[in-house]
């Protein structure tokens, strides 16, 4: 099976735990408060209806924690986080753009994809600068896996007129065995 055939290349629900396992290896691990234990899975729930959809859409990998009961998706603290953009269709992204060498113009993303050009060069632009090796990225003791720190990547910039998100991007990485917190801001 090549790789573009793997169901989460095309498939949301696939797609969310394609990305859960590999940022929760030892499971969920709620973002606001930093439990690891009882969560609880929201099944079924869809986003507010839009003009483009009637009927709202489905919220995957949604999740509640049972310590300060907020909600929660994997795509909290990652690039993937205050996107609309399905998580199958990044992951696309990541895919064609770390395997051509020469990169890949957010023109011939927004054409391959079929997303409008404005998200094809938000996507690759978060791409690129989580691609880019920044003194900024904290790593673990011991070089293994990564400390759960708030870690800014790429320049803070103020936020253009009307434009939405965040000015920064921000990665949450998480060690398991490593021990407590390192440097960084809480979360
Ligand atoms: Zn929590």
Redesign the pocket.
Known sequence: MSVLSKPYMHDEAAAFAHVESIIWPGGPV?P????CGKFYKLKGVRSKPSKKNPKGVERHGLKK?A????Q?TVRIGTIFEESHIPLHKWLQAIHLMVSSKKGISSHQLHRVLEITHKSAWFMSHRIREAMRSDDAVNFGNGGGVVEVDKTFIGTKQKKAKGAKGHSGFLFHQRARSKGPLSTGEKT
């Open positions: 709620c606001h408060c930093g439990n924690c310590e300060c009961r907020k929660f």
